[in-house]
């Protein structure tokens, strides 16, 4: 793991992958506000079962839905305008959330104006990943998607702070770090010499219209969306079955979502060297298998630790998952990453609204994991159908990788990368 680091220090611009992720840090604390404070939120306000898992679920849809024009507008007018733009726009619903939200409507708009900040996944992952050669892109974008840490923030933070300040204080402190943020990402990254042409709606469709692409989006709703849907409702989930104080059960998530967090670099990692698609069948049978068995409602000790081994999981899965896009969209790395960014969001959304709902039409938190679990599960039994037909449609050309930094080597091209990984299975 070293030697790997040591050789991404000296390739790329690591001052703006440490930016991508100090951006991407920040903006996923802010984007989960709701969940952490949901305890302190649904007291106050009265809210049933549905409506917390919609209060928490509203955030990651709006995050999804704005990560294909946040994208779009990164490639046109370059990632570190667009991440300035994006951070200074998130200022926006803290300061609503602080100074207006006593009622559900407001917390509603508030949750929907946060998903700027989760839309930061399209600008800081691509700002990141056009200053690293295709074989150092599972580490490389594992180590900026590992922002989704900011979670931890809000969750081992934010209760404390509502406890002692209230919840709608929260929103305000919360835009101190986004300041200090602003500043040191408009001192820190660059943007690569190395840029794509802006992405036009027939250049969408163009992608959507490729099976695999659907693909990509699948497995990412089940990975990502299971880690940030868990992370965005597990503080809630905790108190209502378990019966945890709301500080204590923000402490059980932030463990859980660390875990999560780290793993994602170690996902990228494995898939460089062991091939993304072996790792994502092993992860996806791991989390159903994990997942089912919570769906039982063990005791609160084999509950968090299945939980925290999921989340872990999932993290991996995430790494995985993007250490394949560019590989097989390397031209349209920009546009697949919106759109397979954007389902993860969607998954996000569903996962937490299911949740709620079936807690409050069942009396029970069981149904909801039990669909989760058999989703992975599914998504696992897809990858192993599919893959096999993936030598045939990502046939190589025999023509080398293009673009890149002078002294990269040679690389094989997409098609040729990917029926090396086909064969390994």
């Known amino acids: ?231 965005s409702y597990l503080a809630i989930f905790l108190r209502d079955q378990y019966g945890l104080s709301k500080v204590a059960a923000g402490d059980l998530t932030a463990a859980c979502v660390f875990a999560g967090s780290f793993a994602r670099p170690l996902g990228g990692l494995v898939a460089d060297r062991a091939g993304g698609i072996r790792a994502l069948l092993s992860l996806f049978t791991l989390v159903g298998a994990a997942i089912l068995a919570v769906s039982g409602m063990p005791p609160i000790g084999l509950s968090a630790a299945l939980l925290f081994g999921s989340m872990a999981l999932l993290g991996m899965g995430n790494g995985a998952v993007f250490q394949l896009v560019p590989q097989r969209f390397r031209r349209e790395i920009g546009v697949a990453t919106g759109l397979v960014g954007a389902a993860g969001g969607v998954g996000g959304f569903l996962l937490p609204f299911l949740l709620g709902f079936l807690q409050e039409l069942t009396g029970s938190y069981g149904p909801g994991f039990a669909l989760f679990a058999l989703a992975a599960l599914a998504a696992s039994r897809l990858l192993a159908t599919v893959q096999r037909g993936w030598r045939r449609t990502w046939a190589p050309d025999g023509s080398p990788a293009r673009g890149g930094r002078p002294g990269w080597r040679r690389l094989p091209t997409p098609g040729q990368a990917i029926a090396v990984e086909a064969d390994r299975q």
């Open 1 to 231: 793991m070293r030697r790997h680091l040591a050789t991404l220090l000296r390739e790329g611009d690591p001052r703006t992958l440490l930016a991508s992720f100090l951006y991407f840090d920040t903006s996923f604390m802010v984007w989960v506000l709701l969940g952490a404070l949901g305890n302190f939120i649904a007291d106050d306000l009265g809210l049933t079962g549905a409506q917390k898992g919609l209060m928490t679920a509203l955030p990651v849809l709006s995050g999804a839905m704005l990560r294909l024009p946040l994208g779009a507008a990164a490639d046109r007018f370059g990632g570190r305008r667009v991440g300035l733009f994006g951070l200074s726009l998130t200022l926006a619903p803290l300061a609503t959330g602080w100074l207006l939200a006593d009622r559900l409507t407001v917390v509603y708009v508030v949750g929907l104006l946060l998903g700027v900040a989760g839309a930061s996944f399209a600008v800081a992952l691509p700002l990141a990943s056009r200053w690293y050669p295709p074989e150092r892109q599972g580490l490389a974008l594992g180590i900026a998607g590992a922002g989704n840490s900011g979670t931890v923030l809000a969750s081992l933070f934010a209760p404390r702070l509502a406890e002692a300040f209230g919840w709608q204080a929260v929103f305000g402190l919360a835009m101190v770090p986004v300041a200090a943020t602003i500043a040191v990402f408009a001192l820190t990254a660059r943007d690569s010499p190395v840029q794509v042409a802006p992405p036009r709606l027939r250049d969408v469709a163009a992608v959507l219209r490729q099976a695999d692409a659907l693909w990509f989006c699948l497995f990412y709703g089940v990975t990502f969306g299971g880690f940030v849907g868990l992370a």
